[in-house]
């Protein structure tokens, strides 16, 4: 495959592009290279400064914290020498007055004992010194005086009702602990910072004798880390691990005012962006902070932008667990290597430039004398024959030169002895070509006015019949009739669409349509289709395929249905006894040279066959007796396909040799067939030709009372399953949404009976309608009226709608009304016609209800109301048992049953639908249960009980 393709390239190329590929790769993999190695110095950069900042903050930290519990030693040491007494607290004042001043992060320093007596050596962040007393001798209120410069009491600053430094949470906790420990985190209600006190419970002989005290300035911490240089824009914040911000690099402060009171608050709400993004980060990544026992490196996104976070525990032994976190933004350290980035870009485009000039010229100096012998080949293919190569050159090219000029003279000698059998030849073929084009111009006439005489009045007929099975005034008798009607309609329809299909295959007119689809869900739903009909009949049905068949494919799956059904129809109809097997299996060896890979549906070219050549510089084609064949290019490309073999097989009463030959003619049936009464014997021709059009071959083979198996192969592609598209379903439209202008629409048809179908579809709609008989007619009404849509019958007397919606679509307010094409034609080539005299839409007749209403809110924005069936029954079957009996339809008529089961077996999804209606007018609440077996895809529940319905009559 490799080698075809560059057989393709010119020479020039396949010298150009691997230089130029190698140059790129080469220049791009250093580069790849650099940017990797750049994010990886970003990480390790990263991490080497959290690393270092997070210790230094823990370091700090620890000095820090130590400091208090020293003080609290030192007074306790005071105590067990006896130089103070914990029963007379006077002689502490000036001791802890002096104390407090060795500190500059101290907020103060105290004592109380077991009687309720407090001293405070208190310093103030302005440099104030205070003492402060409460206890017996001031009645239990707290004191707060100013002092001297010698530590006596000067002033009274602050007055405190009743405080009993025993009932405190500072003295109760050092109490319960009985050791050395913390008390809680608060806010001073003198300084703005956060207090956090070291305690140190007195014993002697085992006996509380009182508490010391140091209380510590958080604020201090704060300063600490504003001071650290982290990164450009990183900062570092302290947290407790129930997310309390306690101290931040930041100019935020740890607490917040609200009612005249200070509050701490929670990191995940600070207004710092950084802050709180990193914080809510930690508490979904780790669902609890208390879960972090360890360091870790991390990192997240803020807005897109990428942050470092470094997440450091810190505990003291003495009941402190906080967390150091440390985030730098990605930003800080990336700068230089986009830089970087950025000339690797350049230096890759520069390098590419510079490998497309060299290598265009060395291609120069090697293909231009290449080039020269190739014109010279062009020219005496065009009969230049006097053109010859002239080459100075010694080497191999000037030896390929003299031996091209005198193969040319051999050639003019030839082609003049044949150009006059070829000039005869031509003209013959001119003669058969010329009465081959009237007779296909004939048969496509006959074919457009065959569809639109037969199609017109079946519209009619189909249509009206779906709109009397939604009235609701008929008597049953009159439903049982219309359901006949119906039926009988679209059986009609059914045959036409065969002969007409059978024509447009023989006038070369059938196109494929391929389709993504799920193969084994059509295998599958085949096989539920035809296995009730095989259980009537005490058959066997089997499905079955190889492993290597790809479950997702692209063909066109409308055809590929036909053609299985129609087989499947023809076993299951004259078996009586064994059954019928399909069998699905990869092709391994491709036929008539067709190869996987080759992105090509291939057509049956026989004798007496011409095909007009695409290429217009090949004039002359010399072809063997009675055949001609034209150069064609088709110009699909190439892309992984695969050919699939399938086998239908029954135990039937076989084929006779002598009738195989005829078994694929038109109208042609087998004497089995014709006993039978049924069938027109176009099943097989049809299904044949739909096969040779997918770019492969049918055949069967035949043992008279044993057996028969036809079998086919088909060209596919493997697809992915995402690219299966999913199908909508349908539902009865029954109002307008409200809230919606009046829309006007006008219905163009020359046959009364198509225009009163549509009225009587939309008038209960309250579309305000009006109606015209011709195009000119319509070109008066529109542009009086300006209607939002058209429904525009295409052939029509006086002036066609092709003439009339050029027109309209060739005006400025015209572009403003839509237009949808009605028409009875089966050409798919009439379609584009249509669309380009200017129609909006496209639509064949006879058409659907529910097809109307859908091109109409596509077109103009029209919203409906739908019917729910199920909805409107569902207490109705909630009441009766949840699973439908026999009895629910042997009350039923026997034709609307029919009916039923013939839709499912035909696996006809409008009939089933419409056959449910019919049903509902008899019977709503079995009528929404078997409409609920449908939607659940329980075709084989349905079909078995009205087969138990039947074997009880």
Same mark, same amino acid.
């Given at each position: 495959m490799a080698s075809k393709i560059l057989d393709k390239l010119p020479l020039r190329t396949v010298l150009i592009v691997p230089f130029v590929l190698q140059i790129v790769a080469a220049v791009g993999l250093v580069g790849y290279l650099s940017f990797r190695n750049g994010?990886?110095?970003?990480?390790?950069?990263?991490?080497?400064?959290?690393?270092?900042?997070?210790?230094?903050?823990?370091?700090?930290?620890?000095?820090?914290?130590?400091?208090?519990?020293?003080?609290?030693?030192?007074?306790?040491?005071?105590?067990?020498?006896?130089?103070l007494k914990m029963e007379n607290l006077s002689d502490w004042e000036k001791y802890l007055w002096r104390q407090v001043q060795l500190y500059p992060y101290i907020n103060f320093t105290s004592i109380g004992n077991k009687y309720g007596d407090y001293r405070t050596g208190e310093k103030l962040s302005n440099g104030s010194l205070m003492i402060n007393e409460s206890g017996q001798s001031t009645g239990f209120d707290f004191y707060s005086y100013n002092t001297n410069n010698q530590?006596?009491?000067?002033?009274?600053?602050?007055?405190?009702?009743?405080?009993?430094?025993?009932?405190?949470?500072?003295?109760?906790?050092?109490?319960?602990?009985?050791?050395?420990?913390?008390?809680?985190?608060?806010?001073?209600?003198?300084?703005?910072?956060?207090?956090?006190?070291?305690?140190?419970?007195?014993?002697?002989?085992?006996?509380?004798?009182?508490?010391?005290?140091?209380?510590?300035?958080?604020?201090?911490?704060?300063?600490?880390?504003?001071?650290?240089?982290?990164?450009?824009?990183?900062?570092?914040?302290?947290?407790?691990?129930?997310?309390?911000?306690?101290?931040?690099?930041?100019?935020?402060?740890?607490?917040?005012?609200?009612?005249?009171?200070?509050?701490?608050?929670?990191?995940?709400?600070?207004?710092?962006?950084?802050?709180?993004?990193?914080?809510?980060?930690?508490?979904?990544r780790f669902g609890k902070l208390k879960e972090i026992t360890t360091s870790h490196l991390l990192n997240f996104e803020i807005n897109g932008k990428r942050q470092f976070v470094k997440v450091l525990p810190f505990q003291d032994g003495k009941g402190l667990d906080w967390l150091i976190v440390v985030v730098v933004p990605e930003a800080d350290f990336t700068a230089e290597i986009n830089t970087n980035t950025r000339t690797t870009i350049w230096l890759c485009f520069a390098a590419l430039a510079v490998a497309v000039v060299i290598g265009i010229q060395t291609s120069k100096w090697v293909t231009n004398p290449i080039l020269r012998l190739n014109t010279a080949a062009k020219n005496i293919a065009k009969g230049e024959w006097d053109k010859t190569v002239e080459s100075q050159r010694s080497d191999e090219l000037g030896e390929l030169a003299k031996s091209f000029n005198s193969m040319a003279q051999q050639l003019q000698q030839s082609f003049e002895t044949l150009e006059q059998r070829v000039r005869e030849r031509t003209a013959e073929l001119a003669v058969a070509k010329d009465k081959a084009e009237v007779a296909n111009q004939a048969k496509s006439a006959f074919l457009a006015n065959m569809s639109h005489e037969l199609r017109?009045?079946?519209?009619?007929?189909?249509?009206?019949?779906?709109?009397?099975?939604?009235?609701?005034?008929?008597?049953?008798?009159?439903?049982?009739?219309?359901?006949?009607?119906?039926?009988?309609?679209?059986? #009609?329809?059914? *045959?036409? @669409? /065969?002969? +007409?299909?059978?024509? $447009?295959?023989?006038?070369?007119?059938? !196109?494929?349509?391929?389709?993504?689809?799920?193969?084994?869900?059509?295998?599958?739903?085949?096989?539920?289709?035809?296995?009730?009909?095989?259980?009537?009949?005490?058959?066997?049905?089997?499905?079955?395929?190889?492993?290597?068949?790809?479950?997702?494919?692209?063909?066109?799956?409308?055809?590929?249905?036909?053609? #299985?059904?129609? *087989?499947? @129809? /023809?076993? +299951?109809?004259?078996? $009586?006894?064994?059954?019928?097997?399909? !069998?699905?299996?990869?092709?391994?060896?491709?036929?008539?040279?067709?190869?996987?890979?080759?992105?090509?549906?291939?057509?049956?070219?026989?004798?007496?066959?011409?095909?007009?050549?695409?290429?217009?510089?090949?004039?002359?084609?010399?072809?063997?007796?009675?055949?001609?064949?034209?150069?064609?290019?088709n110009g699909l490309g190439s892309a992984y396909s695969l050919f699939l073999h399938f086998e239908v097989k029954d135990t039937g009463p076989g084929i006779a040799a002598n009738e195989l030959d005829n078994l694929f003619e038109a109208f042609v049936q087998t004497q089995t067939g014709k006993d039978s009464q049924e069938g027109t014997g176009l099943g097989l021709p049809i299904s044949r030709k739909f096969v040779e059009l997918m770019g492969g071959e049918m055949s069967v083979s035949s043992t008279v009372g044993k057996e028969t198996n036809f079998k086919f192969d088909i060209q596919v592609f493997a697809v992915d399953s995402s690219e299966i598209e999913t199908t909508k379903t349908t539902r009865n439209v029954i109002a307008l949404a409200p809230n919606q202008h009046p829309y006007r629409i006008l219905i163009v048809d020359d046959k009364p009976l198509n225009r009163q179908l549509l009225i009587k579809l939309l008038k209960p709609l309250n579309f305000e309608l009006r109606e015209a008989t011709n195009g000119e007619e319509a070109i008066k009404i529109w542009d009086i009226w300006e209607p939002h849509l058209i429904w525009m019958d295409m052939r029509m007397p006086v002036m066609d709608g092709y003439e009339a919606t050029k027109y309209i679509k060739g005006t400025i307010k015209g572009q403003a009304t839509a237009v949808i094409a009605l028409t009875a034609s089966v050409l798919e080539e009439e379609r584009a016609v249509i669309l380009s005299a200017g129609c909006d839409a496209f639509m064949r007749k006879p058409f659907r209800e529910a097809d109307i209403f859908d091109a109409m809110h596509k077109q103009i924005g029209v919203r409906y109301i739908y019917e729910d069936p199920g909805q409107a029954n569902l207490s109705a079957i909630q009441e009766q048992d949840s699973e439908m009996t026999e009895a629910d339809f042997v009350k039923l008529p026997d034709s609307l049953v029919a009916d039923l089961k013939l839709a499912?077996?035909?696996?006809?999804?409008?009939?089933?639908?419409?056959?449910?209606?019919?049903?509902?007018?008899?019977?709503?609440?079995?009528?929404?249960?078997?409409?609920?077996?449908?939607?659940?895809f329980e075709y084989d529940k349905v079909l078995k009980l009205i087969s138990q319905a039947n074997s009880h009559e």
């Open positions: 994010q990886k110095a970003v990480n390790n950069l990263a991490g080497q400064l959290m690393n270092e900042v997070s210790l230094r903050v823990e370091q700090n930290l620890e000095v820090y914290l130590t400091t208090p519990h020293q003080i609290n030693q030192s007074k306790l040491d005071t105590v067990k020498i006896g130089l530590g006596d009491r000067t002033t009274v600053a602050t007055v405190v009702k009743n405080f009993d430094i025993r009932q405190h949470t500072s003295y109760q906790d050092a109490a319960n602990a009985g050791k050395p420990t913390w008390s809680s985190v608060y806010i001073s209600f003198l300084e703005p910072t956060l207090i956090l006190s070291a305690l140190q419970p007195v014993y002697e002989n085992d006996m509380l004798e009182g508490v010391l005290v140091t209380a510590l300035r958080l604020d201090h911490i704060g300063r600490f880390l504003n001071n650290l240089k982290i990164g450009k824009s990183g900062q570092a914040f302290i947290i407790e691990k129930n997310g309390t911000l306690l101290a931040t690099s930041t100019a935020e402060q740890p607490f917040r005012t609200k009612d005249n009171k200070k509050q701490l608050f929670q990191a995940e709400t600070s207004v710092n962006p950084s802050t709180q993004a990193t914080a809510k980060y930690l508490g979904a017109s009045p079946l519209n009619a007929i189909l249509g009206f019949s779906q709109l009397m099975t939604r009235s609701q005034t008929l008597s049953p008798e009159h439903q049982e009739n219309i359901s006949i009607i119906s039926s009988s309609g679209e059986h #009609l329809l059914t *045959l036409i @669409n /065969n002969v +007409l299909d059978l024509s $447009k295959i023989e006038s070369g007119r059938t !196109t494929l349509n391929p389709k993504k689809f799920d193969l084994y869900q059509l295998l599958n739903d085949l096989e539920d289709m035809f296995q009730l009909k095989a259980d009537d009949k005490h058959l066997w049905l089997v499905f079955d395929h190889s492993a290597d068949v790809p479950q997702y494919v692209e063909t066109d799956e409308l055809k590929l249905r036909q053609i #299985l059904i129609n *087989l499947l @129809n /023809n076993a +299951l109809k004259f078996t $009586k006894k064994g059954g019928v097997a399909v !069998t699905v299996s990869r092709q391994l060896s491709a036929k008539n040279s067709k190869q996987e890979g080759e992105r090509v549906y291939p057509s049956k070219l026989s004798k007496n066959t011409n095909i007009a050549a695409n290429n217009s510089e090949i004039s002359q084609i010399i072809c063997s007796e009675n055949t001609s064949y034209a150069a064609t290019n499912i077996l035909n696996a006809d999804m409008d009939l089933i639908e419409s056959s449910i209606e019919q049903i509902r007018l008899k019977d709503t609440v079995t009528a929404s249960a078997i409409a609920n077996c449908i939607e659940n």
